[in-house]
């Protein structure tokens, strides 16, 4: 499996037999199946921490859009526009 924040064809040809998904698209499947299976899903004492941790962010964060926020913010996965903004800003200082 080959995850990105997107997708390049270059890749997809070189790789085509690899599945290929970006970031929005798991943080999206995550959040709902969160979603679908709410109920089961609370009984997850089983799970690992980044898997508690998911659940957690889901319980706090009512929309996808504040959920994906806060999935990317708490395991580093910062878009590529934000690093590029990051990057410009600590090079002025």
Do not use: C
């Amino acid at each position: 499996m080959a995850i990105g924040e997107r997708l390049h064809a270059s890749t997809s040809e070189k790789y085509p037999k690899i599945l290929h998904r970006t970031w929005d698209q798991i943080i999206r499947f995550i959040f709902k199946r969160f979603q679908q299976f709410g109920r089961v899903k609370t009984d997850n004492e089983q799970w690992d921490t980044p898997g508690k941790v998911l659940w957690e962010l889901y319980i706090n964060n009512g929309t996808f859009e504040s959920f994906a926020t806060a999935v990317r913010r708490k395991f580093g996965l910062a878009r590529a526009t934000n690093l590029l903004a990051g990057a410009l800003r600590d090079k002025k200082k």
